[in-house]
Structure formats: C-alpha cells, structure tokens
C-alpha cells in the first residue's frame, strides 16, 4: 500500500478520518490537518497534448481537433488555458483538413493542381497524416 503523505506538514503518519464527496480523507497525526488524495485519474500523452495545442494554432476548431486526435475538445479547451495560448487571428481563409496515411499523401502531393498556392500545412497524427490547406473566401486556395 502507498503510505500517505500529508501535504501540509509532509509527515508520513496519517489515519483514515472518513469518506468526503465518494472520495478517502485522512487525518495526520502529527499536525491533525485533514486532507484527501489526489484523484487519479487518465493522464493523456503529452504528445497529444502538443498535437492539439499546434492544431489550434493553425485554426482547427476545438471539435474538429477532437475528431482528428480522438481527445475531448473540453480538455483541448482546458490545455489552451493552462497553457495560456492565445487565440489565432481571426481571418477570412478557413482551413479544411484531411487524415491520411502515407500512400494517400503522396498521391496528393503528385497532383499537380494540388500544389498551387500556398496555405498547406503536414503534420504526423500517429500512424497517419493531418494534411490542413487553407481557404480564402472565395473558395480559392490561399
């Protein structure tokens, strides 16, 4: 068994003292402060984390982002904020997105049609490609 630590005081003896909200609560016998555990809960790789906080900087929405990486677009929303990233500036160019594997992306990028322009952005997504071009409002590729 873990032995508990108290945050207070970092004294090692600590006693059971009780259930609060579904969650353990213990007492030190050195200070007698009460305090719970950390819940544990799903640590999520910091790859994704990464890979979402990039996605938002080139525009992706919290749910597009959600739907390419598999993570909860909440927790995208809460990485913005621990992170303290600031919002992309708004312009008229949207970006649409592809998930590709590598024979796909080749295949793109040997059409020729799809490398006029500018506004295209690859990134790994795990065993596949995120392939993000952007639009202007025209409907042209920017």
Sequence with gaps: MD???????????????????GRQRYRCKSCGYHFTVAKIGREVNTYYVVKALQLYLEGVSYREIERL???????????????????????????????????ELQAYFQQPENLAGGGTVVTEAGDKFLLM???????KKS
Excluded: F
């Excluded at 913005?80 to 312009?91: E, N």
């Excluded at 071009?133 to 409907?139: D, F, T, V, Y």
């Design 3 to 21: 032995q508990i630590i108290c945050p207070k005081c970092q004294h090692k003896d600590a006693t059971k003292s009780g259930i609060i909200a």
């Design 69 to 103: 990486l598999g993570v909860s677009h909440v927790s995208v929303m809460n990485w913005v904020k621990k992170y303290a990233v600031q919002a992309p500036r708004q312009t008229q160019a949207r970006p649409t997105s592809q998930l590709l594997t590598l024979s």
């Design 133 to 139: 071009r952007w639009e202007g409002p025209s409907g």
